[in-house]
């Protein structure tokens, strides 16, 4: 930090095990990235390739290399997993992670379905070679679960492996643990925390109103993904109350005397 600010919350500190905010990249070039990087990377604690961007962008390993030139482990959307698994294509996909040499792979069942069995079984492979982020939820709209459906996909993806557990939103957080207009499924969120830890999930959270929740809900150290790379600033900002929107948090109340009664 650049100055010294009384009641500021403590955030963890790199690498962080909670507190985490994950990225997408959905296709920066090369110097973008270092640009981006020069001010942002003590705030990036992993990258994700967005859905399957990973195979048809350009200079591939340059890029990862840029990432993990900063300590900033980078993994393949959980799309293109799935991409290769209903192709047959398994094996393929575990030699690919090995030879690009991610630290992190992606397990969803947001576009094809798979017996839930059977992504505990892919999930407890995938761990012999990186740590597994699964995703839980449908990125189709009007498959709604019921909140004790998640929390029994949460808790057996764990239980096979998953270092964390991705609340699914998709890019635009309109589906999942949101409703279409983005709004937050409050009970079920809640309902999730009362078994699941909030240190083991990931929610995925786009838009500032969803972030601001669960900064709210959760405080400084929530993790948070699906984050545009030009939304890690303000979102840092947020954490620690240097945004309007949370401002207040962390203020004592003698420190919220106005500006008037100065």
Known sequence: MNFALKNLPERTQKPRQYGLTMV??????????????????????????????????????????????????????????????????????????????????EVSDGSIIIPHAEKCGYIEKLTRYAKVLSEVGSKDATNIMPPYKWIELMKAELEAGSSYVIAEAREAGNVGIYRDSGEVRQGLVQEILTQIPAERIIWEAPQKSQQVYFLELLGANVNLGNLAPAEVIPLESMRVGLRGDTFHLYLGKKDKTTAEEI
């Open 24 to 105: 997408m990249d959905k296709g920066m070039g090369i110097e973008g990235i270092k640009d981006f990087l020069s001010v942002a990377a003590p705030y990036v604690d992993v990258v994700k390739l967005g859905f399957g961007t990973s195979h048809v962008t350009a200079n591939l390993r340059e890029k990862i290399e840029v990432y993990q030139k900063h300590n900033i482990p980078v993994y393949f959307g959980g799309t293109l997993f799935e991409a290769f698994l209903i192709r047959g294509q398994f094996d393929d996909y575990v030699s690919m992670i090995q030879d690009y040499g991610l630290q992190f792979v």
